[in-house]
């Protein structure tokens, strides 16, 4: 405050903070007793009879420093802030918002105004209100892990199995898409196919939707060991039969004796 500046500190010299705090004292006793220049009240007065009752209790943890950013919302209705995700109404798409973040909650502002507010997320996490969606794309926002891993199931027990692999880890939501490509391959190759070449997959740990995809066009999924048959030892891979190289004997002696084939 400027009046606290230009009264109590300025030419003033302190031996510490200690000493500035017991001269502080001594002047609030007398700046808080006079007339206020504009309110026309004591400032003591007011403070005892209308401020003092609304003071909230003193945090018990240290002041948190907020993290303040100017972002954009992106397409998807999103915004980015310290490495994570949160939506904002899909209205905003393409401005520029203001976001404060502090240890619990961040808070999105459009020209000083709060429109939004999120519990705080660790980077690489995300939070979307359905609400933000554009109509009639709430039901993709709603499907839950457990949801979209029952749709996968019904395809076979090791297709569901692959689904909840794939869906799997501290941001399923990114995942989605193979599930969803899972399940179209189900339906184009029959769940019979899928759920042989999930199973196969599962047995070598490979959990990757394009693996599945290459063994249902090539249809390995019928044969297990998905290699070419054995060849046997000591055969060679373009051998041919030896009588197939035979010449006959007369044209031998004839040649040998210089005489002519004709």
């Known amino acids: 405050m400027k009046f606290v500046q230009g009264s109590f500190f300025a030419g003033e010299t302190f031996l510490d903070l200690a000493d500035a705090r017991s001269k502080m004292t001594g002047w609030l006793g007398v700046a808080n007793g006079r007339v206020h220049g504009s309110t026309r009240q004591v400032p ?100 839950t892990v457990d949801r979209m891993v029952a749709q996968a199931g019904c395809y076979g027990e090791h297709v569901g199995i692959y689904a909840q692999r794939l869906l799997d880890g501290d941001a399923p939501w990114m995942m989605m898409r193979s599930v969803y490509r899972l399940v179209g391959l189900a339906k184009r190759y029959g769940p019979a196919a899928a759920e042989a070449a999930c199973a196969r997959a599962l047995d070598v740990d490979v959990i990757n939707v394009s693996k599945i995809e290459s063994m249902l066009k090539n249809a390995t999924e019928k044969n297990a060991a998905a290699v070419p048959a054995a060849v046997p030892a000591g055969t060679g891979r373009f051998a041919r039969d030896p009588a197939e190289y035979a010449t006959a004997t007369g044209v031998r002696l004839q040649v040998a004796a210089g005489g002519s084939r004709s």
């Open 44 to 143: 003591a007065v007011v403070f005892a009879v209308q401020e003092a009752p609304a003071l909230l209790p003193v945090p018990a943890g240290p002041y948190q420093v907020p993290y303040w950013a100017q972002v954009k919302v992106h397409v998807d209705y999103h915004i980015q802030v310290a490495r994570a995700l949160y939506s904002v109404p899909c209205r905003l798409v393409g401005m520029r918002v203001t976001a404060r973040a502090d240890e619990h909650l961040v808070k999105v502002y459009l020209r000083d105004q709060l429109i939004k507010t999120h519990p705080r997320q660790r980077p690489g996490g995300r939070s979307t209100d359905v609400a933000d969606m554009p109509p009639g794309v709430e039901g993709y926002a709603t499907r």
